[in-house]
């Protein structure tokens, strides 16, 4: 059956990079707070090592967090680092030393196998917009000429020796903290100095608000489409043998109902009508604004990995139109719907739709039934699912 799967899911893969990252980063901290309880490898690991790695693992935790949503998305290159960071995670787990970094170590090897299972799940190419392009390189050049100026001047500076340094002054004057531990001299000599520090804080203040400008645009337009009800689409990125309801009808809330009550599967909803997606928005279950008969939307909306489509609104020439394309983009998929005029189940059927039901001859069979007490129920019913009269 389409979407079956075992414990290595893709969720299961997203899920445990999350818990990796945030178990280094916890682990990293403590060692860095000096709660760390020395294990078994504790002797025979040097002194600097030890304290170096609490630092390296909350880095590598927080890099992890980033593979984490970019798996979530579907990228490849979520995958990629993904792929370098676990052994990484793993290692420093070992060179941590200390009961606490066990589990991170098991955690990440365990990790291993249901990243390379899910391989070909992660299909989608990251391609930075240029205005992504232009803050990244805005941010690196505005950096290094602050460390390598620095450096050059650093006989004008107190407290200055080194590259760590010039860079560490250079982070902490474009974040306007400002601890004052390294500064320029005074005096007519060094107005140089002095003036190139000022250069060197505009231009970083300006480079970090660019690129943290075009990071959060991404995620208020999302919240503004979610208000409008018109879900982004990551949030239908990890759907994978769902119902897809094409369209909104009378019966669509009896369908969500029975999907809820049985817990049959995750579902999605395509619909045009705005109104009504801001309603199921509210509810939060994913809806796409859009129209259900264009191809775009249903791309969108991943009808390749739905378990099945159902087409149950109150207009058939639509629902045809819907069942045309989905049909053309997933021959495979199992296609239900609904006719409101009787005259139209055979045109569904033509269209593509595997199965055809009409709630008023339906109706009509069970009532005749009922009223002779009829015991044959399931038979009546199943020749109107056959679309037989």
Known sequence: MKGSREWATVRASVALTFAVALLSIVVGLLHISGFSVEGPLTPYIPEIVLRTVGFTGTIT????????????????VGWYSTAVLLPLTAVQGLLQASVFSLPLVVLSVVSVPALVVNRGRFDRAF??????????AALATA???????SYALRDEFDGLETIVDAFYFTVVTASTVGYGDITPETGASSDIAQ????????MNVAAFAVALGVLLTPAIEAQLSKALGKMTEKQFDLLDGHVLLLGYGEMTELILDELVDRDLA???IVTSDESVARTLDGRSVPVLTADPSDVEPLERAHITDARAVVVATDDDARDALSILTARQLDPDVRIVATATQ?????????AGADHVISPATLGG????AEAFESDDHDGLAAGVLDGRD
């Open 195 to 202: 003036l190139f520090v000022l250069s060197s804080l505009v």
């Open 127 to 136: 391609s930075p917009s240029p205005t992504q392009l232009a803050a990244g």
């Open 61 to 76: 935790g927080f890099a992890m967090l980033g593979s984490g949503f970019a798996l979530k998305n579907g990228y490849r």
């Open 342 to 350: 009787r005259e139209n189940v055979e045109k569904l059927r033509r």
């Open 143 to 149: 950096i290094s000429y602050g460390t390598v100026g």
């Open 365 to 368: 069979h069970l009532l005749v």
């Open 266 to 268: 995750e579902y999605a």
